[in-house]
């Protein structure tokens, strides 16, 4: 296995995912920021935050299957949020669950930022995904 996760005791806890990835391989895996747009660049889930969410993992999963990973391999996730607001995490982790099983989602993710935008480069755009893989 080239990556490990794991959460050391005493580090703020419950959270979905994972704070720690250590990864041994040395094929590095890097998928740019993917969003809510299917392979012909058709808008998928326009308005929808949880809708957009599970596309830009569809999508990412996409990108990781094409240089042969898959998420047991991502070392780090990093989401962009539009205009963040606690409000907005409900249907955030809605889109995660959308797509877990379909995707085979480690449970507890690995390590997950959510970052705050003002606004990504297109105005329908409600979020953004970077992730970072590690093989032998």
Known sequence: ???QTFSPDNMFQPVPYNH???GTGTRHVHVAGQIARDGEANRIATGDLAGQVAQVLRNTALGLAGAGATFSDVVRLRFFM????PEKFGDFMAGIALVAEELDLPQPLPPVSVIGVDFLFEPDVLIELEAYAILD
């Open 1 to 3: 296995m080239t990556v």
């Open 82 to 85: 539009a205009q963040s607001a």
């Open 20 to 22: 720690v990835a250590v």
